[in-house]
């Protein structure tokens, strides 16, 4: 099984865009890009755009030898309704559109259905099923909150499973702080696990210290109690400079159990940016007029 993380919190944008490989299909996971409005009281610094662009024409690239396409949930860095063309073809899987979702989302979604129209070649609703591609089985979740309550609408996680091979991605859990967002990746056991994270960089604001500790303690109990080998930590956690002290505990079980955690960008071999969480530090290296 081939992972590929194509753009991320840690790659300088906002996404979790993901392409997975196998001998039956090549599934792309979530196909959007974005940029966080305001950080430190500023606008994305022109190099967050630059990067932007070159994230999304790779992403494109990736949708062309995709045979399904998957939206996990409808937050623009995580689908693109502007440029519904790159579904053209392709087995559309939705999170449902109607069921389960908040007033937000439900719109996102009727927005983007309407702009897909005829153009895939099959679009189903995923929540809580599965499908099959010759040997490989992609298997989603219920319907699980985004984050830590239905404000944010919920999100559906999704395994791919080959023979004895499984990656599970995690989607927008925040954490996972919620039992049964955890539960589904515990129940698959899988080999490399893709997880947001916890929304550290608000704690005390919009994220409470009780759903980071809890983050932890399921992060922890996903170490110890499944076969991963490599736990992937990004998006909403790789927001904040002090990811790694914050879950020094993760860390510190997955070294004495001999296994990895690490960022998308070093999953992929690629150098940390972090941009909008340096997003200050870029506007006094790099001043703008």
């Known amino acids: 099984?081939?992972?590929?993380?194509?753009?991320?919190?840690?790659?300088?944008?906002?996404?979790?865009?993901?392409?997975?490989?196998?001998?039956?299909?090549?599934?792309?996971?979530?196909?959007?890009?974005?940029?966080?409005?305001?950080?430190?009281?500023?606008?994305?610094?022109?190099?967050?755009?630059?990067?932007?662009?070159?994230?999304?024409?790779?992403?494109?690239?990736?949708?062309?030898?995709?045979?399904?396409?998957?939206?996990?949930?409808?937050?623009?860095?995580?689908?693109?309704?502007?440029?519904?063309?790159?579904?053209?073809?392709?087995?559309?899987l939705l999170k449902h559109p109607t069921e389960n979702i908040n007033r937000s989302q439900?719109?996102?979604?009727?927005?983007?259905i309407e702009k897909?129209?005829?153009?895939?070649?099959?679009?189903?609703?995923?929540?809580?099923?599965?499908?099959?591609?010759?040997?490989?089985?992609?298997?989603?979740?219920?319907?699980?909150?985004?984050?830590?309550?239905?404000?944010?609408?919920?999100?559906?996680?999704?395994?791919?499973?080959?023979?004895?091979?499984?990656?599970v991605f995690s989607s927008d859990v925040e954490g996972p702080s919620i039992d049964d967002q955890a539960e589904?990746?515990?129940?698959?056991?899988?080999?490399?696990?893709?997880?947001?994270?916890?929304m550290s960089y608000m704690l005390g604001y919009r994220y409470a210290q009780a759903s980071l500790n809890k983050s932890v303690e399921n992060l922890v109990k996903i170490l110890e109690t499944t076969k991963v080998e490599n736990l992937i930590l990004d998006h909403h956690l790789l927001r904040d400079l002090e990811w790694r002290q914050k879950l020094s505990k993760v860390f510190d079980v997955a070294t004495k159990l001999g296994k990895r955690v690490v960022s998308a960008a070093e999953f992929a071999g690629k150098e940390e940016l972090m941009l909008e969480a340096r997003r200050k530090v870029l506007y006094e290296k790099f001043p703008v007029e």
């Not at 940029?35 to 755009?49: C, D, K, M, Q, V």
């Not at 439900?106 to 983007?112: H, L, M, N, T, V």
């Not at 599965?130 to 395994?159: C, M, Q, W």
Request: proline share 7%; aromatic share 12%.
């Open 116 to 167: 897909l129209g005829e153009l895939p070649e099959r679009l189903e609703y995923c929540d809580g099923r599965s499908f099959s591609f010759g040997d490989t089985e992609l298997v989603f979740s219920k319907a699980v909150y985004h984050g830590t309550n239905p404000r944010l609408g919920y999100v559906t996680e999704i395994a791919v499973r080959r023979d004895d091979e499984c990656f």
């Open 184 to 198: 589904f990746i515990l129940r698959q056991n899988p080999d490399t696990i893709y997880i947001d994270g916890p």
């Open 106 to 112: 439900r719109g996102r979604a009727k927005y983007f």
């Open 1 to 92: 099984m081939k992972i590929e993380l194509l753009a991320s919190d840690s790659m300088g944008t906002r996404s979790m865009a993901t392409y997975v490989e196998t001998d039956d299909v090549r599934v792309l996971i979530d196909p959007g890009v974005a940029l966080g409005p305001r950080r430190y009281g500023l606008p994305p610094h022109p190099l967050e755009y630059q990067k932007l662009e070159e994230d999304w024409k790779r992403i494109k690239s990736y949708a062309e030898r995709s045979d399904v396409m998957v939206v996990t949930h409808y937050h623009y860095d995580h689908h693109s309704p502007e440029e519904p063309e790159i579904y053209e073809g392709k087995l559309v």
